[in-house]
């Protein structure tokens, strides 16, 4: 079992940047891909970034690369997103995800722990 907690969400003005953390409890922390996905009112939950167990590959939505970057500290059993040049359109909840290696990291649906999401809010 995998328990995520972020941190790291605010208030900031476009063009700011924010670092979110995703705390991760558990010795199968490796064992999982680890990602970001976001979801504003009234929208659904979509794919921000993924980073594969050993960090060595991460992925991102169109949206945000360039802008945001994903690491991962497995030492410390953390996930952290950059967020840099941040726009109002960036503004949403932002949850924590962790997938199991086999299964689709950029999928909802096939994630198999969620944190408890942390508001970012970008103001214009």
């Known amino acids: 079992q995998v328990q995520l907690v972020e941190s790291g969400g605010g208030l900031v003005q476009a063009g700011g940047s924010l670092r979110l953390s995703c705390a991760a409890s558990?010795?199968?922390?490796?064992?999982?891909?680890m990602g970001w996905f976001r979801q504003a009112p009234g929208k659904e939950r979509e794919f921000v970034a993924a980073?594969?167990?050993?960090?060595?590959?991460?992925y991102y939505a169109d949206s945000v690369k360039g802008r945001f970057a994903i690491s991962r500290d497995n030492a410390k059993n953390t996930v952290y997103l950059q967020m840099n040049s941040l726009k109002p359109e960036d503004t949403a909840v932002y949850y924590c995800?962790?997938?199991?290696?086999?299964?689709?990291?950029?999928?909802?649906?096939?994630?198999?722990?969620w944190g408890q999401g942390t508001q970012v809010t970008v103001s214009s």
């Open positions: 558990g010795r199968t922390f490796s064992t999982y891909v």
């Open positions: 995800a962790a997938t199991y290696y086999s299964r689709s990291y950029s999928r909802p649906d096939e994630v198999d722990y």
């Open positions: 980073i594969s167990y050993s960090g060595g590959s991460t």
